[in-house]
């Protein structure tokens, strides 16, 4: 495993390009492109403000940079470095922004959400979509980018409007049975979109492309409910967190539940592969050291280098009392997700932070559990195989795959944090972002050595 040198960042706002050849970060108003195979600068492009959000668009010819205070967005070409967009949302300002699949139109929603404004790079066009809800995930695009699905809010009700991305006309509108819609997301093969309610009732509502309600779910009553979802790459099924520790998986034929994981706080299965991570300082002597110390001497000093340990069973997990009497508690599966080829998922429950849970899903059991020094920040699968990228805001990166799994730290002079991570989509190399820096990171793509 390889490492770049460090490049400043802001915002950790860094992202690969759909078709891999350039990674996009921002600096303050600057907006920086490379070449991933060289790292060298491809375009430098300078912005009205600071950058708040940036997106590639899917054919990797253009790069929207949004600045919320301003209520601007601007657009920069790769191929006409001279040709440049820019959209001022003027006194309706600006929350979200993010291009339709096409990569030619722009989908811009205003405060308050009141409405969202698509305007087109190619005719200069702009159509109004009115009533779009303030919600968790209120806009999803199938993945063949034909169809968007759209949550909105009119007379005190939850609608799905269904539109069609070519000419933005109206396909289906349609009421939904919940009490506060809290976010929407097709299915990867486009055929099912799933809608949840709010955490205040446990309800998931799926329906065809048509509208028709294919089916609903409901867990139980009267608790916290739904915390979030993840589709398998298949559409097979619909993984379900919830805030009762618990993951259902539905399956795509009857839309029923075939099993529940749940999240002990002890590991009693001794055919359970738990990984701890322990640490160990690096033994320096402070005689040889020098005086002042140096940047790197100094880091290095206090700096700790851990590994994974297998540790046998029963093993106690380290917890997290939530603070009940506060808004979203630290309770529950925040954060799940399948591997490319359909056989891991992937959860983290939100109280007991320092572990990630890996489940078998062809055997539908715990398979492995990986328990860390300080809480998951983020973790994310190899887009080409079954090996997941974790962060913990500290100085390494931890790898998992069938055949074990690893920590490996960051040579960076001085406190490289690693907040949040992304996957190249060859799987061969992945960002490591901090709060003020970014690094690549480069990786054998025969599994885990």
């Known amino acids: 495993m390889n490492f770049s040198e460090v490049f400043k960042l802001s915002n950790q706002l860094s992202k690969f390009s759909p078709n891999g050849k350039f990674l996009a970060s921002c600096v303050q108003y600057r907006l920086v492109v490379r070449d991933v195979s060289t790292l060298q600068i491809f375009q430098l492009y ?53 291009w339709s699949p096409d990569g030619r139109h722009i989908l811009n929603t205003t405060e308050f959400h009141l409405r969202i404004t698509v305007w087109s790079l190619c005719t200069k066009s702009v159509s109004y979509i009115k009533y779009p809800k303030a919600c968790q995930q209120g806009i999803s695009f199938t993945k063949d980018g034909r169809y968007m699905a759209l949550a909105e809010r009119r007379d005190c009700k939850d609608y799905i409007s269904l539109f069609v991305c070519s000419d933005w006309q109206l396909l289906r509108h349609f ?5 506060d819609l809290a976010g929407i997301e097709w299915g990867p093969n486009g055929c099912v979109l799933a809608a949840w309610d709010s955490c205040l009732e446990y309800k998931i509502l799926l329906y065809s492309l048509d509208g028709r309600l294919l089916s609903t779910y409901s867990a139980y009553e009267w608790s916290l ?25 539905l399956n795509h034929v009857t839309w029923k539940m075939i099993t ?23 033994n320096l ?12 001497a100094a880091s290095s000093l206090f700096s700790t280098e851990s590994k994974y340990e297998v540790v046998s069973s029963p093993v106690s997990l380290q917890t997290l009392k939530p603070l009940t009497d506060r808004p979203n508690p630290k309770i529950g ?47 994310q699968w190899d887009p080409q195989q079954a090996r997941l990228a974790v962060c913990t ?57």
């Open 285 to 296: 002597e402070m005689e040889n050291l020098p005086f002042p110390p140096t940047r790197a």
């Open 225 to 249: 409910g739904i915390k979030a979802i993840a589709w398998s790459p298949s559409s097979q099924f619909l993984a379900i967190g919830s805030y009762d520790e618990k993951v259902r998986i």
């Open 46 to 98: 300078t912005c009205l403000d600071q950058i708040h959000h940036l997106e590639w668009s899917a054919d990797s010819l253009f790069i929207l940079c949004a600045m919320y205070k301003r209520g601007l967005v601007q657009v920069w070409s790769l191929e006409q470095p001279e040709w440049h967009c820019k959209i001022d949302e003027g006194s309706a300002g600006l929350v979200a922004s993010c």
């Open 333 to 379: 599966i925040g954060v799940l997700a399948f591997s490319p080829d359909n056989c891991f998922l992937a959860t983290r429950n939100d109280n007991i932070p320092n572990a990630v849970w890996i489940w078998d899903i062809q055997k539908l059991k715990l398979f492995v559990v990986l328990e860390h020094l300080s809480a998951v920040r983020s973790f």
């Open 393 to 449: 805001g500290r100085s390494q990166v931890y790898l998992w795959s069938p055949a074990g799994c690893v920590s490996v730290q960051v040579p960076a002079e001085g406190d490289f944090q690693i907040l949040s991570l992304c996957w190249h989509r060859s799987g061969d190399s992945m960002a490591l972002l901090s709060k003020d820096q970014l690094c690549l990171c480069y990786l054998e793509n025969e599994g885990v050595k």
């Open 260 to 282: 529940e994981f749940g999240h002990p706080t002890t590991i009693n299965n001794p055919k359970i592969v738990v990984y701890k991570e322990t640490e160990k300082s690096q």
């Open 175 to 179: 009421e939904t049975d919940t009490q």
